[in-house]
């Protein structure tokens, strides 16, 4: 049997949320424990994953690495990874997908915007319309760049900034090629931003094969020739029972300390109407 499970915008860091305008929310820390409990299981032949839209913010490449090390682990393991990306898949998406051993797509899908960007918003000017004035007060030469109430970015910020846009997208897209066994110069003009269809991704190595996912046990059947029946259960049966307290307690264990989210004075708490923590 296959693991199943779908991974998009609800996707988000650290514990899992519930919120009344956010809905639930999948943290990373539930998901990666479930996909390392599924690789201890021998009965479970791999797992089909469905991508959707994942947040386009700097900050997901990091999100998308740790599960990209946990597949990779299970790959290690014997397990097969098959990803199926939805209709419209941009770089954080296929950052994700090329850990896949076989990458699947609808024939009317599209890959577009290969490429990382980060987006400084400023707000000081606007404020001031309504009489309002801002003074941020930083230590540090490049503390205050991605403030929205601090002064216009400077030369030197914007120099930084760009290196490490530049950095992580060279990391990410070292690990692409790496991953699909890419040659750069027959794919570098797909990494220029402009829209990729279906059927150019699959003739560049992008993607294997072309479908819809209703389809995806036959697709994996050819895929896999030995096999004959795929059947998927959701991830969610290797959730692990809550566990019963006792006056015993093992030796030699790590208390592990999460910090998530903006750190402010007194007791820890949580926006039920918003989602958010801190």
């Not at 514990?15 to 305008?21: D, G, I, Y």
């Not at 690789?39 to 089909?48: Q, S, Y």
């Not at 490429?115 to 003074?135: C, H, M, P, Y």
Request: proline share 3%; aromatic share 8%.
């Amino acid at each position: 049997a296959y693991a199943e499970f779908r991974i998009g915008g609800n996707l988000k860091e650290g514990k899992s949320e519930v919120s009344l305008l956010g809905g639930y929310r999948l943290g990373a820390n539930d998901l990666l424990s479930l996909i390392h409990t599924a690789n201890l299981d021998p009965t479970c032949k791999g797992f089909i994953i469905r991508v959707g839209r994942i947040s386009s913010s700097i900050s997901s490449i990091g999100l998308i690495q740790e599960l990209r090390e946990e597949l990779a682990m299970s790959k290690k393991k014997g397990k097969k990874i098959y990803i199926y990306l939805e209709h419209w898949s941009t770089f954080p998406e296929y950052y994700l997908s090329a850990i896949a051993d076989k990458i699947f797509m609808p024939e009317l899908g599209v890959i577009s915007h290969l490429g990382l960007d980060l987006e400084i918003v400023r707000a000081k000017s606007i404020l001031s319309n309504w009489g309002t004035r801002t003074t941020v007060i930083s230590s540090g030469k490049h503390k205050s760049s991605l403030n929205p109430g601090s002064n216009k970015i400077s030369d030197d910020s914007r120099m930084v900034l760009e290196g490490v846009v530049n950095d992580l997208y060279q990391q990410v897209l070292s690990d692409i090629k790496k991953d699909r066994n890419l040659v750069w110069n027959d794919i570098s003009d797909l990494f220029t931003g402009r829209l990729i269809s279906a059927q150019e991704a699959k003739e560049k190595g992008l993607v294997d094969q072309l479908g819809y996912y209703n389809s995806i046990s036959e697709m994996i059947k050819k895929s896999e020739t030995p096999i004959t029946r795929t059947v998927k259960i959701s991830l969610k049966e290797y959730t692990k029972p809550i566990p019963v307290p006792s006056i015993f307690t093992p030796h030699n264990r790590f208390a592990i300390i999460e910090i998530d989210g903006q750190i402010h004075m007194g007791g820890s708490g949580s926006n039920f109407l918003f989602g958010g923590q801190h």
